[in-house]
């Protein structure tokens, strides 16, 4: 291997290595079919079983996580795609590697989601702001 080539390779084996590490320190959508992914949506199955709501199908537009916090929403539908429900979004923690939803945000009309996200903040200093929708 000429000199050229060596480094070519070393930089972007580097420059992997170093993608890999920056995604923890920044909040991530993890893929489809990840176990981190398939975790956080247990967790979230659980709670929606909790209410009550079973053997649902849930499409997931928002997904962050960073640091073994997340912040999700899902639009919950039944198995065969005839009834859909009411998006739902709230906060996970991981907690020796179990995911659980800490609590939903609220989904009534006129709830000041400005203030809702200061206090949720304030509520849990060590959650990552960045998993947070703009």
């Not at 956080?40 to 649902?56: E, S, Y």
């Not at 709230?90 to 009309?109: D, I, R, V």
Request: charged content about 15%; some cysteine; overall charge positive.
């Amino acid at each position: 291997m000429s000199m050229k080539n060596y480094l070519t390779t070393a930089s972007i084996v580097a420059s992997l290595v170093l993608s890999g590490c920056a995604s923890v320190n920044t909040a991530h959508t993890p893929p489809e079919g990840s176990a981190e992914r398939n975790a956080i949506l247990q967790a979230v199955h659980h709670a929606l079983a909790r209410q009550g709501r079973k053997n649902l199908v849930l499409i997931v537009p928002y997904l962050k996580v960073h640091n073994g916090w997340a912040w999700i929403q899902v639009n919950p539908q039944s198995a065969d795609g005839k009834q859909h429900y009411e998006s739902q979004s709230g906060l996970l923690q991981q907690t020796t590697n179990k995911w659980k939803l800490l609590e939903w945000m609220p989904a009534e009309e006129g709830t000041d989601y400005k203030k809702y996200f200061t206090n949720l903040k304030a509520k849990y200093p060590s959650a990552p702001p960045d998993i947070f929708p703009q």
